[in-house]
């Protein structure tokens, strides 16, 4: 009786099983909205710039500092 109630699963395909997983985990997303993904895009591109800057001075110091020494 017990193996008539087991059912075998049939091997489902791994790329249909990819695609059903991923888009079950995309429903339970909690994505933002349009003023806060605004904002955050904002914030991304501040501290890029930020970021680039102080590179850039750090670039600059070091090479100077460089230059010093070797004399060049």
């Known amino acids: ?3 008539k109630e087991k059912k075998v699963k049939v091997s489902e395909n791994v790329v249909q099983r990819y695609f059903r ?3 079950g985990e995309l429903r339970k997303v ?6 806060e993904a ?4 904002g914030l991304v591109l501040l501290v890029m710039l ?3 800057v102080f590179l850039a ?3 600059y110091l070091s090479s100077a500092l460089i230059n010093l020494v070797l004399g060049i």
Request: aromatic share 10%; net charge negative; hydrophobic share 35%.
């Open 21 to 23: 997983e991923t888009s």
């Open 1 to 3: 009786m017990a193996d």
């Open 38 to 41: 605004k904002r955050l895009t």
């Open 57 to 59: 001075g750090v670039d």
């Open 50 to 52: 930020v970021v680039g």
């Open 30 to 35: 909690n994505w933002p909205t349009w003023p």
